[in-house]
């Protein structure tokens, strides 16, 4: 392992406030009784190693041992002051080695049962049969091939390695030894503990043998690093094995193609977002009055073209209240199904009934009594009216909580299927958002795949990152993407006129003597249009005409004054709105010069399972 990987380990470790060295006998109840490492070094550099591991489970029952080697290493930056090899393993790449796993065997020759996997840089002997347990002392011979482990130094060869890896439990003795090919005249050093530590084990050589010992007990997690040098000429030693280790900066060039490019993904990034809407997010609308002609003549509304809104003194066409509600916002919400509950009210399908409320701290209150079957109503009135009363003629508004979600949203369908029905858009709204948030996904997807694909084939990553802003743009835009028809555009143009209105009241105020609960009637549409408030202060002073238009439908706590009665009924609504949409929630350097244990290459470890 490099020093920068384990210097990262170390910062790390500290940062969160914990000691960096594991503890000195991890609780893992086994041990490794003998570990003895051989290496046969080809005159090629090719490596033939046998190791043979003996544990001693005790008592405990496991199916066996795993071992792991570590085939992709990062390279680190040079060691201060330590000799450098021939072959540079620069910062930003990793360092490979090959491991072919020969065999698997017990001491006597007889084979383990095994598997061998590969992943993420490492290879991993897994030993041992799931179905059968193994206790007391077990001995593992593991032999493989090793190539791209050496470094060619100008005055000498050297396998620095890390050769025993890190082992979750202690280490009694461990023996290794490197035979290198005849003629060659070794030297050697051994490190052992630590990540980083300088503590020597026993080494020793002759003529082409280097042998190396412990002089204590290894404890959990500590290691042996070896160092082995021999003449130049002795082995040939290829150059390391290298993988260009990906990192953010290299997948820009900066240059002026990849600028150029992010511009021209930006510019179609734009006319893409742009057609879209301007083709399909334009309402659709009459040249002219429709109704001075048998065949009036469609086209896209204009960009810039002004709604001629003439104030309207009844709802257009007997529209309801939810019906103006999703032609002004496109939307089929809550607060439709709110105002078309007290439209019912005031047309007699219902009676709202204002409760005291129940000690200092509790809650306002209402029941809902059902006056009349929902005979002449239109789906969604009947959807609502029935669904409210399913379980019997009165209900309290909190019993409903929790129990009204799904009911809601099927009154929802029903307020876009008779827009549908009226032809009022091209598209149910719903779909229509759905359908463009898809597209909004997609570019966003698209412009962020494609950035990673440029940049790693050609490090231009900046070039189609142009298409994210217009993704993001076309996900805000999608809002908006619901489009009306001419005949829907031109039944906007009415119930805006209404709303004038209605938010406008206080300059008709005289002719309200003149038209008979009119306060009643036209209030469930003050609260699709947000005018409540705006509504009762026209009626300001004219309690006792107002009281006459809402008894029949409205019980309330005291006395009534508009003013009270407007802030009642904003209750009601908001309590309504919460009421019935409440869901319940679900539960590199020579070895020889600036050495350390882990410091060379290879490495890895086991366990057992």
């Known amino acids: 392992m490099k020093r920068t990987f384990l210097l990262v380990l170390l910062v790390a470790a500290f940062a969160i406030g914990i000691s960096p060295r594991p503890?000195?006998?991890?609780?893992?109840?086994?041990?490794?009784?003998?570990?003895a490492i051989e290496y046969n070094v080809a005159k090629d550099g090719t490596i033939t190693a046998t190791e043979t591991i003996r544990a001693d489970f005790g008592s405990l029952q496991k199916h066996g041992i795993f071992r792991y080697f570590y085939e992709r290493v990062p390279c680190g930056d040079p060691i201060a002051g330590a000799q450098q090899p021939l072959y540079d393993c620069p910062s930003g790449y990793n360092r490979e080695y090959s491991y072919d796993i020969t065999s698997v065997t017990r001491l006597d020759g007889s084979k383990w049962k095994h598997e061998v996997s590969r992943e993420a840089g490492k290879v991993t002997v897994k030993i041992g049969d799931a179905d059968i347990f193994v206790s007391g002392p077990q001995d593992y011979v593991i032999s493989y091939t090793l190539r791209g482990a050496l470094d060619a130094y100008d005055d000498h060869g050297e396998l620095y390695w890390d050769?025993?890896?890190?082992?979750?439990?202690?280490?009694?003795?461990?023996?290794?030894?490197?035979?290198?090919?005849?003629?060659?005249?070794?030297?050697?050093?051994?490190?052992?503990?630590?990540?980083?530590?300088?503590?020597?084990?026993l080494a020793s050589t002759a003529a082409n043998v280097a042998t190396f010992a412990g002089n204590r007990e290894l404890s959990s997690f500590e290691q042996v690093t070896i160092a082995v040098g021999w003449q130049p000429g002795v082995v040939e030693i290829p150059a390391p094995m290298l993988e260009d280790r990906l990192t953010i900066g290299d997948l820009f060039t900066l240059d002026v193609i990849e600028w150029g490019g992010l511009v021209l993904s930006l510019i179609a990034g734009v006319v893409l977002v742009g057609s879209a809407w301007w083709t399909h997010g334009r309402d659709r609308s009459y040249t002219s009055m429709y109704?001075?002609?048998?065949?009036?003549?469609?086209?896209?509304?204009?960009?810039?073209?002004?709604?001629?809104?003439?104030?309207?003194?009844?709802?257009?066409?007997?529209?309801?209240?939810a019906q103006m509600g999703v032609l002004l916002d496109e939307r089929a919400d809550t607060l439709d199904v709110t105002a078309?509950?007290?439209?019912?009210?005031?047309?007699?399908?219902?009676?709202?009934?204002?409760?005291?409320?129940?000690?200092?701290?509790?809650?306002?209150?209402?029941?809902?009594?059902?006056?009349?079957?929902?005979?002449?109503?239109?789906?969604?009135?009947?959807k609502v009216l029935n669904s409210l009363f399913e379980t019997g003629d009165e209900v309290e508004l909190s019993d409903l909580r929790y129990k009204f979600a799904a009911d809601l949203a099927k009154a929802k369908e029903l307020i876009y299927g008779d827009a549908m029905q009226r032809k009022w858009f091209s598209m149910k709204p719903e779909s229509a958002r759905g359908m463009w948030v898809i597209v909004a996904i997609s570019l966003l997807a698209f412009g962020a795949g494609f950035a990673v694909f440029a940049g790693l084939l050609f490090h231009r990553a900046l070039m189609p990152l142009g298409l994210v802003p217009a993704g993001l743009t076309m996900l805000v835009l999608s809002r908006s993407m619901a489009r009306r028809t001419a005949a829907g555009s031109e039944m906007l143009r009415r119930v805006l006129g209404f709303r004038l209105y209605i938010a406008t009241a206080e300059k008709h105020r005289q002719e309200f003597n003149e038209r008979e609960n009119i306060f009643a009637r036209y209030l469930p549409f003050a609260i699709v249009f947000g005018c409540v408030s705006k509504w009762a202060?026209?009626?300001?002073?004219?309690?006792?005409?107002?009281?006459?238009?809402?008894?029949?439908?409205?019980?309330?706590?005291?006395?009534?004054?508009?003013?009270?009665?407007?802030?009642?009924?904003?209750?009601?609504?908001?309590?309504?709105?919460s009421t019935l949409s409440s869901t319940r929630s679900s539960s590199g350097g020579s070895g020889f010069s600036g050495g350390s244990s882990g410091g060379g290459g290879g490495g890895g470890g086991g366990g057992s399972w």
């Open 23 to 35: 503890a000195a006998h991890a609780d893992e109840g086994w041990t490794i009784t003998q570990l």
């Open 163 to 201: 050769a025993s890896g890190e082992w979750p439990v202690p280490i009694e003795t461990f023996a290794i030894s490197v035979k290198l090919p005849a003629g060659a005249e070794a030297y050697a050093i051994c490190y052992q503990g630590y990540a980083d530590s300088d503590e020597q084990c």
């Open 291 to 321: 109704y001075l002609t048998n065949n009036p003549e469609e086209h896209t509304r204009p960009l810039f073209a002004r709604q001629d809104v003439v104030v309207e003194y009844l709802p257009p066409e007997d529209l309801r209240p």
């Open 340 to 382: 078309t509950i007290v439209d019912l009210a005031v047309r007699g399908y219902l009676h709202i009934t204002e409760l005291p409320k129940k000690g200092w701290f509790g809650s306002n209150d209402w029941k809902l009594t059902k006056k009349q079957e929902a005979n002449g109503l239109n789906a969604f009135e009947k």
């Open 537 to 577: 202060k026209a009626f300001e002073g004219l309690d006792d005409q107002v009281s006459q238009s809402t008894s029949s439908w409205y019980s309330g706590t005291g006395a009534f004054r508009v003013a009270a009665f407007s802030s009642g009924l904003q209750g009601f609504s908001s309590s309504v709105s």
